[in-house]
DNA sequence: TAAGATAAGAGGGACAT
DNA sequence: ATGTCAGTCTTATCTTA
């Protein structure tokens, strides 16, 4: 008996590199090489049938016809459509129950096309925070988190007619807030391809319709960041933070952006303490300009009556 | 060279229409 | 839903000490 052993033409080294450790994925359909990390899908679909057949009865029994399922569908092609002519195979019109039936599948396969749909977002979602992460070297875990936060704006309908990205970038950085993991908007807006404004549209989006509470930055806990950085002693540090919680006192720092305050507290108190420091030095590793800087010092001194 | 001043522009929140 | 307004922050340029 001869003996049906497939006979399928294969690639055995990697294009790219040539060795022959290769894995194949069949689910995804590809073929990658486990030390240089090419994927490749080309050549890779077999077109033989999938199963071994050693009688003619087991190769009749187990024929079928069929167009090839494809990977690039994301139902590999299987679908089937109902359609909406309400009658037989012979034209005649179909019962009122069968009918209804009919639309009642109808409806169900849309409802799962729906689904496909929101998995493939996902998947599309997943990826972009996969590479996010990758860039700017955020800890899976943070990941996780925007994945969560993605998931439910997803859930909320709140990606539809917003793009993929904007939404991702946002998760992540919504991630990083709540996780305290300092990453600023505008790091996060440049790994990916969203500008900084449309991330920040999304990201108050998110805060706002998932009602999640962000803990507003405390001026203070940014100071010994700042200070730390361009190496003020922890006196001049105190004499700060004392000026903040008086600025604080007389409601003066609200509606402020919490790291220019920062800047400008470490200003003031440098001056004080006779550090030499340049406004332009603290307000780099701010992230704030100097003007900002200037603006908060000049408050400040008016605030606390300061002679400087 | 550091600090201050000024102007123009962006973007968003509050509020009224 | 849309427009206006006050306030913030940024960028850029010029002046002052």
Not at 62 to 80: A, C, E, F, N, Q
Not at 118 to 137: G, K, P, S, V
Not at 167 to 175: G, H, K, P, T, V
């Amino acid at each position: 008996m001869t003996s049906h052993i497939k006979k399928v033409w294969k690639i055995t080294k990697c294009p790219e590199c040539g060795s022959d450790d290769l894995v194949e994925d069949h689910d995804r359909g590809e073929i990658i090489c486990q030390s240089c990390g090419i994927v490749t899908n080309e050549n890779v679909m077999d077109r033989g049938p999938e199963w071994r057949a050693f009688t003619k009865e087991e190769r009749e029994s187990r024929g079928r016809v069929g167009i090839p399922i494809s990977y690039s569908m994301h139902d590999k092609g299987l679908s089937t459509v109902i359609d909406r002519i309400n009658r037989d195979a012979y034209g005649k019109q179909l019962p009122i129950s069968t009918r209804l039936e009919m639309l009642r599948l109808r409806k169900w396969q849309i409802r799962t096309r729906v689904h496909s749909s929101i998995d493939r977002n996902l998947a599309q979602a997943m990826a972009e925070l996969d590479r996010l992460t990758d860039n700017l070297h955020i800890p899976s875990q943070v990941k996780e988190r925007a994945a969560i936060i993605y998931r439910k704006a997803l859930d909320n309908g709140l990606v539809r007619g917003r793009s993929i990205s904007a939404i991702a970038a946002a998760s992540l950085y919504a991630a990083c807030r709540a996780t305290e993991t300092p990453r600023t908007l505008k790091e996060v807006a440049s790994a990916s391809s969203v500008k900084k404004k449309d991330v920040a549209r999304c990201y108050r989006l998110l805060l706002r319709e998932l009602d999640i509470i962000m803990p507003v930055e405390d001026p203070i806990r940014c100071v010994s960041k700042v200070a730390s950085k361009v190496k003020i002693p922890v006196k001049t540090q105190r004499t700060a933070i004392g000026i903040l919680g008086e600025a604080k006192q007389r409601g003066t720092v609200s509606g402020k952006d919490p790291m220019g305050l920062a800047a400008a507290a470490l200003y003031v108190a440098c001056v004080l303490n006779e550090v030499k420091r340049t406004q332009k030095e603290i307000a780099e590793v701010a992230n704030v300009t100097e003007v900002t800087v200037r603006n908060r010092y000049k408050g400040l001194k008016e605030t606390l009556k300061l002679d400087i």
